[in-house]
């Protein structure tokens, strides 16, 4: 590793594991943003300015041109932690000369059984479950052997949105439960992908007339903000599950809620809505048939540790010079 | 039908439509038609002269049941693949044939037992109360994090027709081992390299315990102190199986004191829970009410299984599924 002529500085908008830290801490002016609450906008852009590198997640910080011109032209690189980018101004930062990085592929296992784990919880409905327990009206409800009777897996047909590594690796793990069929969809065929696993390409229409599971997990571009509205929740089977792990964006949520409290669809589970945190006063949580995680996809102890060493491995390549490990783009 | 030469049969809680039609169809059939199950002594005072009964796991098949039945009753039928609460010694001693639903309710409870272990290890309990209550919103870079699959060393004990299932269906998830107790799965050890241990050994080695053994005098309150003072600190462990194997102060202790990471439970002593239950203050553990095969296909087909059972050992014909002793 070359030598830095003076000690760049950092400025991490959200807190990092302590000891990933240290290696970058050694080597530069690290200041990190304190309190409980994610950064206010205000508070992003102080802490930008004068800086030469940024530690960013998608949340408040939208890297933008008013972030990057008050960070100043010697910003050098930004390293968000997510494998998204839809936060970021891609071409202006490639205008600019400003490198910028992200963490694919660490956070792939570990956001892939959070999607698994959230359609598994909202098909046997396990915050009803939770709770009936917790109020008592377990013993009370027998319902012909009904009672809580969820969905089975085994014999779906799941339809997956977006066969991206993360879209994938959802499909290879449901795949052993036997499902009936996996579908997919998106702009393009991925043959490499879908072949081993025996994943039909199919229009978004078809996925979304055949799935028992729909499971959203494309990245999120101009074209399909919004994609998950009225329209297409008739179009989906009124026992059907929606599982959201991409971007809130991708679901019309008041759409949504109407589809869920009519009966429209069957259920639904979140990882992600509009905004972040989603306000407790959401009608979506006044729903039993809708669950919603707090952005929880990557918390795992090993990825969030993975994601700081590849985030602090950025940040230093960025700072010296050379090419990212894993960059948004290339030059 | 009501014939008298119909054979009377107890059928101790409403089942799905189609399960009842068979029943009603064969048999001079006496329906609990209530919510709420049937108080013992109601229960008893009902079945005086029958001749078959179709009964759940919540009902306790015992010598003082079996004696106010009477000599008439020749056949049990439960809706349940775990038979525990049936003296089938008893049974035997009187002839009374015991029908039970094994095979059909694998995969739902092989899916809610995933279902479960992942809801534990990532934390969605907390993770959906922090929506609520608006604690989401802090970021700490661990804030509910758990423990993952990748690379993980599963601990299944008893891989029967169940954890077998579990096994097969954890295995795209990155385990990197599989440990197994009970009896000798040659097939499980070569489709999953699963590899059979002793208690200890699974104990100290896996970060994820899943209990999946029938409930016998062998495995009751197998899971106790001294099991969880073996396993590690981080363990997540998961009992889908009966509440009996379980020691559920021992169990409370050790996830209080972090003796072990988490547990997640379908069962439990008694069943419902109380509220007031210890263990339902824990963050770190997660009880569901008994709802392993709760799915409506699965659910119909025990109906249907365990009625086929009560009317094939009415006619003295062998039954689907019956227990040998």
Redesign the interface.
Known sequence: MSELPKLPKVYAA????LEGMNRLRKLCQVTVHEG???PTRQEFLDGARGMDALIVCPKTMTVDKELLDTAGSQLKVIVTHSVGLDHIDIDLCKERGVKVGHTPDVLT??TA??G???L??T?????E??R?????V??????????????????SVIGIVGLGRIGLAIA??L????VSKILYTGRNLRPESADPIGAEFVTFDQLLEQSDFVVVACSVNDSNKGLFDEAAFKKMKNTAILVNISRGVVVDQDALYNALKSGEIGAAGLDVTTP???P?SSPL?TLPNC??????AT??????NAM?ELIVDNILAGLEGRSLKTPAFLY | MSSASAPKVFVSRRVPEKAKALITSQCNAILWEKDEPPPRDEYLKIISGIDGLFCLLTDKIDAELLDAAGPNLRVVSTMSVGYDHVDVKECAKRNIAVGYTPGILTKATAELTVALLLATTRRLKEGIRAVENGEWGTWKPMWLCGQGLDGATVGVVGLGRIGYTVAQCLNPFGVARFLYTGYRRPDAEEELKAEFADLDKLYSESDFVIACCALTPETAGMFNADAFKKMKKTAVFVNSSRGGVVNQDDLFVALESGEIGAAGLDVTIPEPLPTDSPLLGLNNCVVLPHIGSATHDTREAMAVLAAQNLIAGLKGDKMPSQIDD
Request: aromatic content about 6%; hydrophobic content about 45%.
């Open positions: 959200i807190s990092m594991p409980n609450q994610d296992t570990a059984e959070q698994v784990a959230l598994m919880a098909a046997r409905r396990i915050q479950c939770i009936a327990v917790k109020d008592g377990w013993g009370t409800v027998w319902d012909n052997a009904m009672w809580l009777a969820g969905k089975e897996i085994a014999g290879k793990r795949a052993a439960f036997d972040e945190p989603l407790t949580l669950l919603v995680t707090p952005h929880i918390c795992t102890v090993t990825t969030r700081c």
